[in-house]
């Protein structure tokens, strides 16, 4: 059973930094992509940025395109997501996620705006306000 713990949320002031962490466990193959999606109260679903585990390539929504960065450390099992120059609008909860590609072709593009996300973190509170 693939487990998902995530850390590093808080409250920062609009212009701030934050890096979120994913520690993952559990996986029984190698085709998955890792990720993170959020929601604040009232709205849906975002998918936000999402590494493919067979090429280590990295997609990011474009609502936070040059302002957030994915990565990963496979030693540590970790996934990281480092946020710069946070609006009011990213306030959310965070959620790590993992997505199973087994017979699955994967498109960046359907992820991010629908998925599917097999498993979940429990979030973390990300909180962007002066």
């Known amino acids: 059973q693939v487990q998902l713990v995530e850390s590093g949320g808080g409250l920062v002031q609009p212009g701030g930094s934050l890096r979120l962490s994913c520690a993952a466990s559990g996986f029984t193959s190698d085709y998955y992509a890792i990720g993170w999606v959020r929601q604040a109260p009232g709205k849906g679903r975002e998918g936000i940025s999402v590494i493919n585990n067979s090429d280590l390539t990295t997609y990011y929504a474009d609502s936070v395109k040059g302002r957030f960065t994915i990565s990963r450390d496979s030693a540590k099992n970790t996934v990281y997501l480092q946020m710069n120059s946070l609006k009011p609008e990213d306030t959310a909860v965070y959620y790590c996620?993992?997505?199973?590609?087994?017979?699955?072709?994967?498109?960046?593009?359907?992820?991010?705006?629908?998925?599917?996300?097999?498993?979940w973190g429990q979030g973390t509170q990300v909180t962007v306000s002066s």
């Open positions: 996620v993992v997505s199973d590609l087994m017979d699955v072709l994967f498109r960046a593009s359907v992820w991010l705006d629908q998925g599917p996300y097999d498993y």
